[in-house]
């Protein structure tokens, strides 16, 4: 089964993004970690989510765009 340049981009771009994010929060754990997370890294982490939503968004429109 073949897959169409289109999909294959899309996929990678896709998987990038999660890598990106899950490196971020590796680092945050890592960084504020321990025992438990300080309150610095749960605003770290909070603004690690709220980035991977806004940068899924943006990968959203940007393939949105591609095709349409």
Known sequence: ?????ETV????VSVGAVVV???I?????V???GRGLS???GVALL???AGFVLLMTGVGF???RRKG
């Open 31 to 33: 960084t504020y970690g």
């Open 25 to 29: 929060i590796v680092g945050i754990g």
């Open 47 to 49: 603004a690690a989510i």
């Open 9 to 12: 981009l899309e996929i990678a």
């Open 21 to 23: 994010f899950v490196a």
């Open 62 to 64: 940007f393939l949105a």
């Open 1 to 5: 089964m073949e897959m169409e340049r």
């Open 39 to 41: 309150s610095q890294g």
